[in-house]
């Protein structure tokens, strides 16, 4: 069974750092990961999306890794901004399987001024 | 503005009420999703439709109904629900369900007393 682990649950830095988020799966046996966004009570927004035949897909001061074989993906923010505050979610996909995203459970990011 | 479009954004009811959670998606998509975001636990996916036909249904129990007239419009139908379903429930859509980039609602926040 396909599990998806975010590490760490919880990260505060201040303005301007760079920071990694962690992101691990078990099953990797996977067609695609997806990096999504959700800020609190709302809806998700995808950030990033790598096939499995990618290394990296970037956008703006994104940039995100997958290393199938060791079931691993980072998501790299670029001088963070009080803005990037938000909960950060990794999703993988299953080949064949329509729509069915393993999530992880996220890490709640905050960006101080 | 994502153009998934989710209403009620709160909903409180009793356990014997019956109500009903609409999704319409603004985006010319096909496949269309249902997913339940607890406190404390990864997303999951509840139900998926592709052009109009349900093609999956993720052991979601019978009191929880979903519905999808056309490609833009997905109700999610309740009755005689249990305070542990009170989550966060998420509509999605995305191009025709071939796990490409999915686009969430900001969702509708249920409260079963």
């Known amino acids: 069974k396909q599990e998806v682990t975010q590490i760490p649950a919880a990260l505060s830095v201040p303005e301007g750092e760079n920071l990694v988020l962690n992101c691990s799966f078990t099953?990797?046996?996977?067609?695609?990961l997806q990096w999504f966004r959700q800020d609190p009570g709302k809806g998700l927004t995808s950030l990033l999306l790598?096939?499995?035949?990618?290394r990296e897909q970037t956008s703006g001061r994104l940039n995100a890794s997958l290393d199938k074989s060791s079931g691993r993906s980072t998501l790299y923010i670029a001088a963070s901004q009080p803005g990037d505050s938000a909960t950060y979610l990794c999703a993988v996909t299953r080949g064949g399987s329509q729509g069915n995203l393993i999530f992880g459970k996220g890490t709640k990011l905050s960006v101080k001024p | 503005e994502t153009g998934v479009t989710q209403t009620p954004r709160h909903l409180v009811m009793g356990m014997t009420n019956k109500k009903s959670l609409k999704c319409e998606q603004h985006?010319?998509?096909?496949?269309m999703y249902w997913y339940k975001q607890s406190a404390k636990k990864p997303l999951e996916l509840m139900f998926v439709y592709n052009f109009k036909e349900q093609t999956e249904n993720n052991s979601v129990p019978s009191r929880f109904s979903p519905e999808c007239p056309n490609s833009s419009h997905l109700f999610l139908h309740l009755h005689t629900l249990q305070p542990e379903d009170s989550a966060l429930y998420l509509c999605?859509?995305?191009?025709?369900?071939?796990?490409?980039?999915?686009?969430f609602g900001s969702g509708t926040q249920l409260s079963v007393l």
């Open positions: 099953d990797s046996a996977i067609y695609n």
């Open positions: 790598i096939q499995s035949s990618q």
């Open positions: 999605a859509s995305s191009q025709d369900g071939t796990n490409e980039k999915l686009f």
């Open positions: 985006l010319g998509h096909n496949a």
